[in-house]
Nanobody, 126 residues
Framework: QVQLVESGGGLVQAGDSLRLSCAISGRTFSNDNMAWFRQAPGKDREFVARISWSAGSTYYADSMKGRLTISRDNTKNTMYLQMNSLKPEDTALYYC???????????????????WGQGTQVIVSS
């Protein structure tokens, strides 16, 4: 059973940076696909970035690619999301997620992931 706990959110000003962390427990080799999503009030949960735990390959949402870096530390069992040049539009609950399967699902869709953390709040003021 995969458990995910996000941290690192907070209140920042536009242009600032944040590094979000996702502590992972119970992950197996099948749970190779990990991702970050975000959800603003009244909006759908939105894909942000994905990483293959084994290969380290990454994929980013086009609109945020230039400001994001997703990474993982296997020793610490932690996934990170470095966010730079934050904008008010980035205000949202940020979730980390893990898939149950290695293939056969969308890696950029909410429905492609089965395990979720509680989210960490990011608020970017103007």
């Amino acid at each position: 059973q995969v458990q995910l706990v996000e941290s690192g959110g907070g209140l920042v000003q536009a242009g600032d940076s944040l590094r979000l962390s996702c502590a992972i427990s119970g992950r197996t080799f099948s749970n190779d696909n990990m991702a970050w999503f975000r959800q603003a009030p009244g909006k759908d949960r939105e894909f942000v970035a994905r990483i293959s735990w084994s290969a380290g390959s990454t994929y980013y949402a086009d609109s945020m690619k230039g400001r994001l870096t997703i990474s993982r530390d296997n020793t610490k069992n932690t996934m990170y999301l470095q966010m730079n040049s934050l904008k008010p539009e980035d205000t949202a609950l940020y979730y980390c997620a893990a898939a149950r399967r290695l293939y056969g699902m969308s890696l950029t869709s909410r429905n492609g992931y089965d395990y979720w953390g509680q989210g960490t709040q990011v608020i970017v003021s103007s």
